[in-house]
């Protein structure tokens, strides 16, 4: 299948497009244990967003894997999950990183994230700080034990020793969306070895 975009996001930076009704976006993480930050809009109206809750009543779940949808504020589907070679360790509640978050959890200052790749996307499309809102972090693993407690640094290595070269997800467009893609610069924390890697974007025809 012949890719309608192919692109190699560095480590560390973003990416945005929009994607079609039936198209698919895959995010293959090249040399493995590559976190990636993830957030989507309806393309055609951005005030409908990726919905957190939403999405977690439907899965019943709080780790993403495939069949599983990306629902809206409004309740709708905007991207569903049709392949997941990570085994499942796609996370709804860490959020993303950011040079508040990081000094606030690690003591940096002056350490930019995640929050910053995606405010660089959205301002391409006339959006800003008020449409951030909890993403999708895909091949991470925020543990959840016994009462809620969560691991001291909220993000640990997916058990196992991480995702593998190659390992990938891919989405298919219930609407008309606009996908944003932060390619996690975390060098604090151990999920990605504190070595940000390159990853692959494509978007592929329906079908």
Not at 151 to 167: C, K, L, Q, S
Not at 180 to 193: E, I, K, M, T
């Amino acid at each position: 299948m012949t890719a309608l975009r192919d692109e190699t996001v560095g480590a560390g930076e973003p990416w945005s497009g929009v994607i079609e009704t039936g198209q698919h976006l895959r995010i293959t993480d090249l040399e493995g244990r590559q976190g990636v930050d993830f957030l989507c809009y309806n393309a055609d109206n951005p005030l409908e967003r990726y919905h957190a809750p939403n999405t977690l009543k439907a899965a019943g779940t709080l780790r993403l894997t495939a069949g599983h949808g990306l629902y809206s504020d409004e309740a709708r589907p905007i991207f569903t999950l049709v392949a997941d070679t990570a085994g499942g360790y796609n996370d709804t509640i860490g959020g993303c990183c950011g040079a508040h978050s990081n000094e606030m959890l690690y003591g940096v200052a002056d350490c930019p994230g995640c929050r910053e790749n995606f405010l660089e996307a959205l301002g391409g499309h006339g959006l800003g700080r008020r449409d951030i809102v909890p993403n999708v972090n895909f091949f991470c693993n925020v543990p959840v034990a016994d009462g809620g407690k969560l691991a001291e640094r909220t993000f640990a290595p997916v058990p196992g020793g991480g995702t593998r070269p190659g390992d990938h997800v891919e989405l298919r467009a219930e609407m008309r969306a606009l996908a944003v893609v932060s390619n996690c610069p975390q060098v604090n924390n151990p999920c990605n070895d504190g070595k940000p890697t390159p990853i692959r974007v494509e978007v592929l025809p329906g079908g």
